[in-house]
């Protein structure tokens, strides 16, 4: 069972790689509800993704495990029971 976790995703109307990472990140939450999912869209908030080291999208953020492409979903899963001891 997840606790409360978040999941931060930096990503680009206009990048097609960003898609799939859309498509995994809604089926994700789909099956678990609980997790909570800040997307930011660099094209509108461009310092925060500048401030948060960003430079390359999609970025998928976990505690301190950063993805930039999408992640196979049992990895994405696995680091989210890590964050959880």
Same mark, same amino acid.
């Given at each position: 069972? *997840? /606790? &409360?976790?978040?999941? +931060? *995703? *930096?990503?680009?109307?206009? =990048?097609?790689? =960003?898609?799939? #990472? ?7 939450? #789909? #099956? ?5 999912? @800040? +997307?930011? @869209?660099?094209? #509108?908030?461009?310092?925060? &993704? /500048? ?10 953020? +976990?505690?301190?495990?950063?993805? *930039? ?5 049992? @990895? ?6 890590? @964050?959880?001891?």
């Amino acid at each position: 069972m *997840y /606790m &409360a976790h978040k999941i +931060i *995703y *930096y990503k680009s109307a206009l =990048c097609p790689r =960003c898609r799939f #990472t859309d498509r995994l990140l809604s089926k994700l939450q #789909t #099956t678990h509800p609980e997790i909570e999912i @800040e +997307i930011i @869209e660099i094209l #509108t908030n461009p310092a925060r &993704a /500048m401030q948060d080291g960003i430079w390359m999208i999609p970025a998928v953020i +976990i505690g301190n495990l950063r993805w *930039y492409h999408a992640p196979p979903l049992l @990895e994405l899963e696995a680091a989210l029971n890590e @964050e959880q001891v």
